[in-house]
Each structure stands twice: as C-alpha cells, then as structure tokens.
C-alpha cells in the first residue's frame, strides 16, 4: 500500500499542496524580472519598444517562442 493511501485524503491534499508550493517558486525563479533588453540576446535584432514596456524581457517574440518550443 502506497504511504499517500496510507495516511487518507488529508496525507494526499497536504502532498499535492507541496508539490504545487514548490513547482510555483520554481517557476517564479525561471521568470525574468529584471529590465528589459534593448536588442534579442539570442539574434541580435531590436526588441519592440511596446514588448519592453509590457514585460521585462531578454528576447524578441521569435526568439522567445522558439526558446519555449525547445524547452531552454
């Protein structure tokens, strides 16, 4: 018998409840807070003015969609 099963409900509800703690902060980490860049750390080319004011970034939306595509 599992030990979640073991311990109930409750033991599975704490469980989750840490796991989803720690896939937050983790992801808060991964997030990019500083200020933005000027031109695409990944190609070089300008980041547009409306991108860099609506969320710090270090890439251009080509750039940014590839790097999510591959997981980096």
Same mark, same amino acid.
């Given at each position: 018998?599992?030990?979640?099963?073991?311990?109930? &409900?409750?033991?599975? *509800?704490?469980?989750? @409840?840490?796991?989803? !703690?720690?896939?937050?902060?983790?992801? %808060? #980490?991964? +997030?990019? &807070?500083?200020?933005? *860049?000027?031109?695409? @750390?990944?190609?070089? !080319?300008?980041?547009?003015?409306?991108? %860099? #004011?609506? +969320?710090?970034?270090?890439?251009?939306?080509?750039?940014?969609?590839?790097?999510?595509?591959?997981?980096?």
């Amino acid at each position: 018998m599992s030990t979640a099963l073991a311990g109930g &409900t409750d033991a599975i *509800a704490e469980r989750m @409840e840490k796991m989803t !703690e720690l896939f937050v902060t983790e992801t %808060r #980490k991964s +997030i990019y &807070t500083g200020e933005s *860049a000027i031109h695409c @750390e990944e190609c070089g !080319e300008p980041i547009p003015e409306a991108r %860099r #004011k609506a +969320i710090a970034c270090r890439y251009c939306l080509a750039c940014q969609s590839q790097l999510e595509l591959t997981g980096k």
